[in-house]
């Protein structure tokens, strides 16, 4: 049984929207698909400025997953500009092999949750429990 | 005939995998994303895969550049590539590969040049093994979903 087939009972079609914010194509894809799965409508950008350039323009989610280590800003100075503008949807920090000062300087920007990559499906699933519980 | 085919090619595939899981070549979460692929996205491992063979290359290249110059290595922009390898290594389950970049990483923080040519030099071979089992496996499984065509032509819609 693919994922999308058991997941078919959670679509949260409508009920959540959500950001993706990563320089790695390979990352953007997958969390992308990921999140189509779970009937999340999504928007993918490619580093923290154009992040908070998007929530500038207007446009809100529920849901921000955000990577730290990306060119001209990265997760941790989007994070707490994002805050700073009083943007207060869910931030799940996502990072490849982070050492506990990388981690904790990063959750201290002001991130809901954090993840290791890779994303699975059972992390974001925790990740949007926390959102369904917000609300 | 056809239908032995179709099972002989099954069997290589398993074959195939087992043994680059054993290897440490493959993690879980290469499975995990065989399981993201459906009748909706039924490319979606060979197109995500294409887009991190695309994308490695462009930073090994990057990489090798990086370290030409002995006295001008740019450290921290090796440190950036490596972060983007290895978040799109792990993302696939490519293991090997992403414990090499752990590796290189250690030694460009520490401005190890010696260091980071010869974890260079090791990251190109395990990805270029990675990207050939990963060619006969995409291989096999078309072979496998041809077969599995023609066995069963009346089920074509």
Redesign the interface.
């Known amino acids: 049984m693919s994922t999308s087939q058991a997941l078919s009972v959670t679509s949260l079609k409508g009920e959540v929207t959500a950001l993706v914010v990563d320089d790695d194509k390979v990352s953007q894809v997958i969390h992308h698909h990921l999140l189509n799965i779970l009937g999340i409508e999504n928007h993918v950008v490619g580093n923290g400025k154009e992040a908070v350039e998007i929530h500038l323009s207007g446009k809100k989610f529920n849901l921000i997953l955000m990577d730290r280590d990306m060119p001209v800003m990265n997760g941790i100075e989007a994070t707490k500009k994002l805050r700073d503008m009083g943007i207060r949807s869910t931030i799940a920090g996502v990072s490849s092999h982070s050492v506990s000062q990388e981690r904790q300087a990063f959750i201290e920007a002001g991130l809901d949750d954090y993840h290791e990559k890779p994303l699975s499906v059972a992390k974001l699933l925790s990740v949007v429990s926390k959102i369904m519980h917000k609300a | 005939m056809l239908g032995w085919g179709v099972e002989f090619l099954w069997a290589e595939m398993n074959r195939l995998l087992s043994l680059l899981f054993h290897q440490g070549v493959l993690d879980e979460?290469f499975l995990?994303?065989q399981?993201?692929?459906?009748e909706?996205?039924p490319n979606?491992v060979s197109?995500?895969i294409t887009?991190?063979f695309h994308?490695s290359e462009k930073l090994l290249r990057n990489l090798r550049l990086l370290l030409m110059d002995r006295e001008l290595s740019d450290y921290k922009k090796m440190e950036?590539h490596l972060?983007?390898m290895?978040?799109?290594s792990?993302?696939?389950?490519a293991k090997r590969v992403?414990n090499v970049c752990?590796a290189f990483?250690a030694a460009s923080e520490q401005n190890n040049h010696a260091g980071c040519l010869r974890a260079l030099e090791l990251l190109e071979h395990e990805y270029c093994y990675l990207k050939n089992k990963l060619h006969e496996l995409f291989q096999i499984e078309q072979q496998r979903a041809l077969a599995s065509g023609a066995r069963y032509p009346a089920h074509q819609n």
């Open positions: 979460q995990q994303l399981q993201l692929q459906d909706s996205s979606f197109e995500v887009i991190y994308e950036i972060n983007q290895m978040g799109s792990s993302s696939i389950g992403c752990v990483r």
